[in-house]
């Protein structure tokens, strides 16, 4: 049995998405920015395509902008609200994803804007005093903070940081690649300013997500060429993956409740077995916590042990894909610099399950059974 865990590194395309993208790898190949048939049939899907997904977000399509992933939409969004407006102060937190944290760091060093890290309370959640206290000293400042933590799951409360932000006239960004397509998110209601998706988080393609900028917050562009999207990010778009992305998000939409209903049952499933498994188990930050993390997220805390080290490896033998925190970091010899920030003189294991719709709950069974096999075993040695 080889069972995937690691959903919240990436996850595996639905085929229904990929039905959707064919004829634009096929037959509907034009480059969207010609002026002939070929070029207007391809442009009129991609706006389409914008137009849609503006609507599940509730915003309008001139606020929507499609780019590589994440990644490059955090770096625009952050670099380019620093130099369109010249703000002079950054307040983020230390567990942001790097795609936020080297980028603010970068304009740090730079000396273009000075860094504020906003305390976390015990369980990694912002703290919201030091967050006011922080907006009241440095007012106008860019504000970067995830809607949920990729590795620990925490969720962030967008509304009450969002007002918060409108209230100091901050540029509110918020990393959302890992809560767009799992929850819902209304662009009127929220004082959000920039947020960003990747596809490849909710079962679409990888490399193509979206911006979101809201239109009295509009930045200059970081990609300059040709006059696509809006004038906003040079560069022939990704076709298949803008459409791709589209249905990979209306599917997010429409099963969301009962998607939402069944991963809650696999997570909550996996909790109870794990604590009935392995005496001394924990959860890292509020991972355990239903109404504060991400229902796709669950971070496990094991006893200290020398072994901690090869857990992540021999589980991978054992037929079982998951995290040892961020994947995007899975391979390189730093640790989390999540469970690092939080728990600095930890030395128990820590491992990230995330889960999708396509997880059974044979596989979760599967899964603890292994690793209280392996945990087990190295305490009785
Ligand atoms: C919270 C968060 N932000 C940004 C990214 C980067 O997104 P992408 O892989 O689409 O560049 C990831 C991917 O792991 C993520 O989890």
Redesign the pocket.
């Known amino acids: 049995m080889r069972v995937y865990l690691d959903n919240?590194?990436t996850t595996p395309l639905d085929p229904e998405v990929f039905e959707a993208m064919k004829p634009f790898l096929l037959e509907d190949f034009g480059n969207p920015s010609s002026t002939h048939a070929h070029g207007r049939k391809v442009r009129a899907a991609i706006e389409s395509s914008r137009k849609k997904v503006a609507e599940l977000i509730n915003c309008t399509p001139g606020e929507v902008i499609f780019t590589?992933?994440?990644?490059?939409a955090?770096n625009t969004l952050i670099s380019s609200s620093v130099s369109t407006y010249g703000l002079k102060h950054i307040i983020s937190s230390p567990i942001e994803?790097h795609?936020?944290i080297h980028t603010i760091e970068t304009l740090d060093k730079s000396g273009l804007a000075t860094l504020h890290m906003v305390k976390l309370d015990e369980n990694g959640h912002i703290d919201m005093t030091h967050l006011e206290e922080l907006l009241e000293a440095y007012p106008d400042a860019l504000v970067s903070l995830?809607h949920?933590?990729?590795e620990l799951g925490n969720l962030l409360d967008l509304g009450q940081v969002g007002d918060l932000c409108k209230k100091y006239n901050a540029f509110f960004h918020s990393?959302t690649?890992?809560t767009i397509g799992h929850y819902k998110h209304d662009m009127k209601q929220l004082h959000v300013c920039g947020m960003?998706a990747?596809a490849?988080?909710f079962h679409g393609p990888?490399g193509v997500?979206f911006m979101y900028i809201r239109k009295d917050r509009k930045i200059h562009p970081i990609l300059h060429g040709g006059a696509q999207e809006r004038n906003m990010r040079g560069g022939t778009e990704n076709v298949y993956g803008i459409i791709g992305l589209t249905k990979a998000l209306e599917i997010a939409y429409r099963d969301m409740a009962e998607h939402e209903k069944y991963v809650r049952e696999l997570k909550s499933r996996m909790i109870g077995k794990l604590q009935t498994a392995i005496p001394g188990i924990k959860f890292n930050g509020d991972s355990a916590n239903p109404e504060r993390s991400l229902y796709t997220v669950l971070n496990v805390s094991l006893p200290e042990s020398d072994e901690n080290e090869m857990l992540l490896f021999n589980l991978d033998m054992q037929g079982i894909s998951a995290s040892g925190g961020?994947?995007?970091s899975s391979g390189a010899s730093k640790g989390s610099h999540v469970l690092g920030a939080l728990y600095p003189e930890s030395r128990r294991g820590a491992i990230r399950f995330s889960f999708s719709k396509y997880n059974t709950t044979s596989e979760i069974d599967f899964a603890v059974e292994k690793l209280a096999s392996l945990v087990n075993v190295k305490e009785s040695v």
């Open positions: 919240a590194a590589s992933g994440g990644t490059e955090d994803h795609a936020v995830m949920a933590n990729n990393d690649v890992q960003t990747g490849h988080k990888k997500g961020s994947a995007c």
